[in-house]
């Protein structure tokens, strides 16, 4: 370690920051061979926190010795061995379940504490880790799922996010952050990496310096979603991408030793942004990066919400890709494996996850495409989805979680294919499902939020119920969905929704997006709507 | 032990309510104790729901009561 805890004497500390002084997360991986050893039970509560380190959450029942485990997946690209170990680990530890996070990580659920290390092993001999999957470091780097093959990316970013990944992972320098910090490095003109929801993103720029156009980055802090969601505020510096780590480094040095320790609520590095100003913000990053020049062109032009379905040809001549719907992002193990087989007989091996939850194979050459279709698996995992399944995200839901307070996968996956039975629309509609305050789900950029609750019914029991939100985006910068008033009974949250979005239908313009809909009636005009609808119903 | 935060909707407008306790449905009858001991006037009620729960710790734990803002 090469650093000074600035930090350790001059502020009042949180339980957690006093328990990281003395000891740092990641020796958490020392530790667990003897927990495994020693049983579930020898578990000291207090240490809890430090599984994190090692992306590992206890799972709710809290007291069965089981673990939600997630893998990082940088810019979301895996490759065949990757994939398969995934694959047989799922099969192996997690029974049969995958789930892709909206971090294009892969988590693993009901892994039990003997079998980490195991796991551990696995991973690490594929070059994959669990390490500061989760805990207060630097979480996986998000970014653009087709990196180096997209027609639509300025550049590639893989070097970059290689670069980055390498750089902070298991760094001691920075295994002690205040809270989580998450990392985008895009350079897709649709902006693939979501960078304003992230504390620290690289969007794509271009910039005259001395009489030659430059590729690089715009950059952007301080964003997140969380139950007090803020969107990035913009550097105003333009970084080539040999650039990129001094600036990454520097972001999260002043994160390190300036972020708030004494609350952890308080704690994301968008609170010290909204303090200091941006203008602070940038001129402390200077003083640790030097001169950089002024932000260039923003080449951003506009928003996919992390969808890539259907059969696409890459940048690379007579090569495609396809992006595959994988409902809420749950998919048992066998069909990863297949998947993964299939992305070595047609592509080259890789498989790309996606922050939609879904996946995608790459490189498939032309003359192959059309064969590879046709396998049944396209039937389950179609890579022309529903409009509503197919755009439908969940969290993880009461089913694991112990901040939920209501399911989430299954019951998203339930609406959505009713409503690709039941309302035949022209457009996909971005319907997010999360269980509680928190944003697991982003429910805040989704065009319709499902938020969960739980309501008082006749006979004084609490039962599963819903919040509406709409109008969430990414496009020029960000908007969070807005919600509507009346908390909708599980019983009739599919009927209310279809009833919502056949007026949607019968009243939209041809090709008008659900966003563009709502701001032109008006989220008042949609309230009285929802109203009307639920008269209608028995909630 | 946990802490629950409710909304509770009357014709008059909304009340914050927190609660500590074992579990929600113990939770919602501390609802309803605070709501009969401290107004004297009983509102009508159109409906109580939970929105928010967390573990108490050593430390303690809160809800800041504020009205929520559009997206929350």
Redesign the interface.
Same mark, same amino acid.
């Given at each position: 370690m090469s650093y000074e805890k600035v930090w350790a004497d001059n502020q009042k500390l949180n339980k957690n920051e006093i328990s990281k002084l003395k000891k740092d997360g990641l020796t958490i991986f020392d530790d667990i061979p003897h927990y495994a050893k020693a049983g579930f039970e020898s578990i000291p509560k207090d240490q809890y926190m430090y599984f994190k380190y090692a992306g590992l959450t206890v799972q709710k029942p809290q007291d069965k010795g089981l673990f939600m485990l997630r893998v990082k997946v940088p810019t979301g690209i895996l490759s065949d061995e990757q994939a398969v170990t995934l694959a047989k680990i799922g099969h192996d530890y997690g029974r049969d379940v995958l789930d892709i996070t909206t971090r294009q990580s892969i988590q693993f659920h009901w892994v039990p504490l003997e079998k980490l290390t195991e796991i551990f092993d696995r991973l690490k001999k594929v070059d994959l880790t669990t390490s500061e999957a989760e805990g207060d470091a630097p979480r996986n780097v998000v970014g653009n799922p087709l990196a180096g093959i997209d027609p639509n990316e300025l550049f590639d970013t893989r070097p970059v996010v290689e670069e980055i990944y390498r750089f902070f992972q298991d760094n001691p320098d920075f295994s002690n952050l205040p809270r989580k910090y998450k990392i985008s490095v895009n350079a897709n003109i649709f902006n693939a990496g979501q960078a304003e929801i992230n504390d620290l993103a690289f969007t794509p720029a271009t910039k005259v310096i001395d009489g030659q156009k430059r590729l690089g980055f715009n950059v952007k802090v301080g964003g997140g979603l969380a139950a007090k969601p803020y969107l990035a505020d913009a550097l105003n510096v333009f970084v080539v991408p040999d650039q990129v780590i001094k600036v990454a480094e520097a972001v999260t040095t002043i994160y390190r030793d300036f972020g708030y320790r004494k609350s952890r609520a308080r704690a994301r590095l968008k609170y010290l942004v909204a303090d200091w100003g941006i203008s602070k913000f940038e001129e402390k990053v200077l003083e640790l990066t030097g001169p950089l020049p002024a932000a260039g062109h923003d080449e951003i032009s506009g928003w996919n919400g992390g969808f890539f379905f259907g059969a696409h040809p890459q940048k690379q001549k007579g090569l495609n890709y396809i992006g595959i719907s994988v409902p809420v992002g749950r998919i048992h193990s066998d069909d990863f494996l297949r998947i993964a087989e299939l992305a070595r007989t047609y592509g080259n091996g890789e498989l790309r996850t996606v922050s939609s939850q879904n996946l995608i194979i790459p490189n498939i050459p032309d003359q192959v495409l059309d064969e590879l279709l046709t396998d049944n698996i396209f039937k389950k995992f179609p890579i022309h989805p529903a409009h509503f399944t197919g755009y439908a995200m969940a969290c993880t839901g009461d089913e694991f979680c112990n901040k939920a307070l209501t399911n989430t996968k299954d019951r998203m996956e339930e609406i959505a294919a009713r409503l690709d039975r039941e309302v035949d629309l022209d457009v996909p509609v971005r319907i997010y499902m999360v269980g509680c305050t928190n944003s697991c789900g982003q429910r805040q950029i989704a065009d319709i939020g499902i938020q969960g609750l739980k309501l008082r019914a006749e006979n004084n029991q609490l039962v599963d119920a819903y919040e509406l939100f709409v109008g969430g985006t990414l496009i020029g910068g960000g908007h969070f969905n807005e919600r509507l008033k009346g908390r909708i009974r599980a019983s009739v949250i599919s009927d209310v929704l279809k009833e919502f979005l056949i007026y949607f239908k019968n009243e939209k313009e041809k090709g008008e997006t659900f966003f563009e809909f709502k701001n032109r009636l008006g989220t008042e005009k949609l309230q009285v709507v929802l109203d009307a609808i639920l008269e209608n119903f028995d909630n | 032990m946990k802490l629950f935060r409710f909304i509770v909707s009357t014709e008059e407008g909304e009340l914050p309510v927190i609660a500590a306790a074992e579990s /929600? /449905?113990a939770a919602?009858q501390v609802v309803d104790q605070e709501i009969q001991h401290n107004l004297l006037i009983q509102p009508k009620i159109r409906? #109580? #729901?939970?929105?928010?729960?967390?573990?108490i710790?050593k430390?303690g734990a809160g809800y800041l009561i504020q009205p929520?803002k559009?997206?929350?």
């Open positions: - | /929600e /449905e919602l409906d #109580v #729901v939970l929105i928010e729960k967390k573990g710790k430390s929520r559009s997206y929350e």
